[in-house]
Nanobody
Framework: QVHLAESGGGSVQAGGSLRLSCAAS??????????LGWFRQAAGNEREFVAA????????MYADYVKGRFTISRDTAKNMVYLQMNSLDPEDTALYYC????????????????WGQGTQVTVSS
């Protein structure tokens, strides 16, 4: 089993910043095995890919709509992954989820095996 716990969500005005954190743990979690990703789901919308990072922390992938504004990083020693979000826009308002993947398409939610409960991000104009 892998347990993922997100934190750091909140309310911010447009143009502001937030940093999300995700703590990974569990008997099945070895930092060199899992790719970690962030997804988000706005009310009434499908869950969509935001960013993902490989086990080494070197390889990353971003959705076009967050490139240049969001940065994903991980601390393998602490089993943590972070999402630094800058220049936030009301369109970024959503429930943000951390997820773990071993093999598959980094941008495909269906390929991820474990999910956290999510943390709410609300951006006001």
């Amino acid at each position: 089993q892998v347990h993922l716990a997100e934190s750091g969500g909140g309310s911010v005005q447009a143009g502001g910043s937030l940093r999300l954190s995700c703590a990974a743990s569990g008997d099945s979690f070895t930092s060199t095995t899992w790719i970690l990703g962030w997804f988000r789901q706005a009310a009434g919308n499908e869950r969509e890919f935001v960013a993902a990072i490989g086990w080494s922390g070197i390889s990353t992938m971003y959705a076009d709509y967050v490139k240049g504004r969001f940065t994903i990083s991980r601390d393998t020693a602490k089993n943590m992954v972070y999402l630094q979000m800058n220049s936030l826009d009301p369109e970024d308002t959503a429930l943000y989820y951390c997820a773990a993947l071993r093999v598959g398409n980094w941008a495909n939610a269906a390929d991820y095996e474990y999910w956290g409960q999510g943390t709410q991000v609300t951006v006001s104009s």
